[in-house]
């Protein structure tokens, strides 16, 4: 973590929660997640799109952000079923991500969609959390380097038009995400390194730029993956379904 960049905690809920659990998790972060966290770490909640009016109304003056967890490629129109960046603009949303590798291997997202709803959140102001990461496979072909440099180089185009502070990168090695093995913190230090270079080779800001890990990150591990020199904070699975577990990574982002 470098002390030019605030870190950034955010929970990605996934496909999980209903109305009286999510009340129950806001209620206890509420009490957990004091102004004097909140004022240091850039603390986000990413809940299901149907949940973003519940969590909105209570985010209000937590300090907490609040983030969606995908977003329409084009503007609004007759796209069925689509939530557009200018929705989500005005239910409130900070934050959104992008190309999360459920999205990429469930729902088939190319790099080429994964830019243009980058392209629509810039546009609409909404802050940009973009996801990469490698397949298992990809990695024991020692691979990982030239994979993670493809998924970058297709956003930069549309990178170009962020604010370097409010364009965010995850890099979630997808064989870490829900299996419990996390990337060391030497592996997950090295491919960001290499992502910052990247983004500093293409003439971004890459130092203002954070860059977050994602898979399997729990209280135990995040302090040592967030000691490293460019490890921003962390995009969080699970843990962020469990109020003293996301309190307790949302600290360990203090340093
Ligand atoms: P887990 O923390 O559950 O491994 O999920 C990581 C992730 O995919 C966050 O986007």
């Known amino acids: 973590m470098h002390t030019s960049r605030t870190p950034m905690v955010a929970g990605n809920w996934k496909m999980n929660g209903d109305l009286v659990t ?68 005005d239910l409130g949303c900070r934050w959104c991500l992008v190309g999360h590798s459920e999205r990429r291997a469930l729902l088939g997202e190319t790099d080429e969609l994964v830019g243009l709803k980058l392209g629509q959140l810039v546009q609409a102001g909404i802050g940009v959390i973009a996801c990469v990461g490698e397949s298992l496979a990809e990695r024991e072909n020692g691979i990982t380097g030239e994979v993670i440099s493809r998924q970058i180089g297709a956003l930069l185009e549309s990178m170009r038009a962020a604010d370097p502070q409010a364009l965010v990168v995850a890099y979630e090695p997808v064989w870490a995400i829900g299996t419990g093995r996390t990337a060391t913190a030497q592996q997950a230090q090295e491919v960001h390194a290499q992502i910052r270079s990247q983004l500093r080779q293409a003439g971004l800001d890459a130092d203002g730029i954070r860059i977050l890990y994602g898979g399997s990150v729990k209280p135990a591990n995040a302090a040592e993956l967030f000691g490293q020199a460019d490890v921003d904070g962390g995009l969080i699975g699970g843990a962020s379904l469990v109020a003293e577990d996301f309190t307790a990574i949302c600290r360990a982002a203090l340093g």
């Open 22 to 89: 999510n009340e129950h998790l806001l209620a206890a972060l509420r009490n957990t997640l004091n102004r004097s966290l909140t004022s240091r770490v850039d603390v986000v909640v990413c809940p299901p799109a149907v949940y973003l009016g519940q969590v909105t109304a209570w985010v209000g003056d937590t300090g907490i952000g609040l983030g969606a967890q995908n977003v329409a490629s084009t503007g609004n129109g007759a796209f069925t079923g689509e939530t557009s960046a200018a929705m989500l603009a």
